[in-house]
C-alpha cells in the first residue's frame, strides 16, 4: 500500500488497522508519535494530549507499541547545565582571588629590591677583554686583590675600600670595568639601575636599599654595582621648590648602609656616572666612595686596542690598518669605535662583499659623524656656490700652518641639510695631550671663516648666503673662549667665565650671577669682534690672490665631486 507524504491522525489509525505499521513509539511530552512501518519508512504524527485511542487501536491490532518518557533526559540535560554554572563560577571566583592575590604580592614587594645576580660562569668578561683604558684598570687590579687576598691587608691594618665610584664620558666602559671585576675576583655580581630604586610610593627607595644589601651580605664577599648613581644621588635640598623627598630618602639610606652603624664587610659598591659635579658631598666622601677613577676617551693607543679588541669577530681586509683608523678617530669612545666597526660590516653586507675594507669603514665614519648620504645636487648654480665655500675651507687649510690636516672635500650631500663639506683629520698631540695653544685656536677661526670669505671674493657682499651661520657660530664660541676662558686676548691672564659642566638646577641657576662688570662685559664683545675681524681678513688676504686657483679647484669638484688630499694639492699647485 502506497504511503501518503504526510500522514493525518485518521490516515495512521487505518494503516494500524490494514497492519502496514510495524512499531509504534508514542512520545508523550512531544504530543507524537513515530511510526515505523513495514516497507521500512519511517513518519512522525502529532496526536491528542493524553490520547487513548491510538492506544486501543495498536492493542486491538496487535501492533508493538513503545512509550517513551523524556523526564530522565531533560532531568540529567538540566543537571548537566548546572554543573557546568557552577565550574565556571568557581573559575571566575579563582581568577579573582588569584589576581587580587597578585596585587597584594606586588604591593608588599614595592619595598623589594630587583637586582640582577650574575654567578662567576656567568661572567665570561676579563681585563683582557677592556682595551683603551689601562689607567683605570690597573687601579681596578687593587680592588680585584682586596677581593681575592684580603688577610694580606687587614695584617698592614688596611681596609677594603667601601665603595667605588666610576667617573667618565658615555661609552667610554665604566660598565664593562664593573663587569670585568667581578669576572676576574670570582665573586657574584649585582646589578641595578639607580632610577629602578625610586617609585611612586615614599620610603619603597629606602627599602629597596636595605633590601639589597641584605641579599648581598648573604653573598659577601661580592660586588654591587649601580649605574648611573646620579640618579639618586644628586645634592639633596636642591631645586626649584625644594628637593624629591623620594629621592632624598633613598640617598640616605644608601648613605647609612655605605657607612653606618651597620658592618658590610665583603661588600664593594661600584657606581658610574657622567655627572659628578651633582652629586651629594657625603656621598664622594672617604669612607663612603673612597676611590674615584677617571674613565677618560682613549688615546691613540688605546684607539687601536679598542679597534683591535672588536676586529676579533670581523673579516678586515689586509688593507686596513688599525693603527691609521685610531689615528683618524679622534674623541672616539669605546662605544663610538664599537660601532664604527659595526656600520662598516653592515656596508659591506650590503654591498654583498665578503671583507670590510677602507672603502667601507670610510663610509661608516662619514654615516656616523655627518649622516646618511643624500640625493647628489642637480642645481648647477646652488652646486657651484657650495663648491666655492667648500674650496674656501681648505684652500685657507693647507696655506694655514697651525690648522687642521686637510683630509677631503666633497659636494655629495648628507641628510641634515648638509649641501656638502670638507674633512679635516685633527693634530694627534693636541688630541692625546689635551694641551691647545693661541695659534692653534686662532688658525681654527681662520679656516672657519674661509668658506665666507671665498662666497665675498666671488660673489660680492650682496649674494653671500646663509650657509655660514654654523660656521659663524662656531666663530662665536672658539673667539669668546678665547677671550674669557684662555687668556688669549689683551684684557689679560683672566678667566672672566667658568668652564665647569652644564647648569646644575637649583644650585647654579639660583646662584648665578655675572663674574665681571659691565664695562668687563663691553670689552669682551669688543675683543670678540676684533679677533673674527682678524680671521676674516686673513682667510681673504690668503684666498684674494688665489682666484684663479679656486676656479680651478671649484671646475675639478663639480666635475668629480670629491677632492682627496692629494688630487686638492696637485690641482692648487701645492703638491
Partial sequence: MSQPTQL??????TQINTGAVKNLVLIPARREVKVLFIDGTQQIVP????DQLILRTAEASGTPLTVKDLRSEQALASVTGNLALIMIVIVGLG?????????TNRTMGFGRSQPRIKAQDQLPIRFEDVAGISEATEELQEVVSFLLKPDRLIKLGAKIPRGVLLIGPPGTGKTLLAKAIAGEAGVPFFSIAASEFVELFVGVGASRVRDLFNKAKEKAP???????????????????????????????????????????????????????????????????????????????????????????????????????????TPGFSGADLENLLNEAAIITARDQKCLISNHHIENALERITIGFTAAPLQDNAQKRLIAYHEVGHALVAVLTPKADRLDKVTLLPRTGGIGGFTKFVQDQDIIDSGLITKSYLFARIVVTLGGRAAELLVFGDNEVTQGASSDLQEVANLARDMVTKFGFSTLGPLSLESSGPEIFLGRDLMQGRTEYAQSTGKEIDLQVRQLAKLAMDQATKLLKPRRDVMDRLVDALIDEETLYIDRFLTLAGLG
Fill in 95 to 103: 581568577f579573582l582571588f588569584r589576581r587580587s592575590a597578585n596585587i
Fill in 222 to 328: 661580592c660586588i654591587i654595582f649601580i649605574d648611573e648613581i646620579d640618579a639618586i644621588g644628586r645634592q639633596r635640598g636642591t631645586g626649584i621648590g625644594g628637593g624629591n623627598d623620594e629621592r632624598e630618602q633613598t640617598l640616605n639610606q644608601l648613605l647609612t648602609e655605605m657607612d653606618g652603624f651597620t658592618e658590610n664587610s665583603g661588600i664593594i659598591l661600584l657606581a658610574a656616572t657622567n655627572r659628578p659635579d651633582v652629586l651629594d658631598s657625603a656621598l664622594t666622601r672617604p669612607g663612603r666612595f673612597d676611590r674615584r677613577i677617571f674613565v677618560d676617551l682613549p688615546d691613540r693607543k688605546g684607539r687601536k686596542d679598542i679597534l683591535s679588541v672588536h676586529a676579533r669577530t670581523r673579516p678586515l681586509s689586509e688593507e686596513v690598518s688599525l693603527n691609521d683608523w685610531a689615528i683618524r
Fill in 8 to 13: 493525518s491522525y485518521s490516515g495512521l489509525l
Fill in 47 to 50: 496526536i491528542l494530549p493524553n
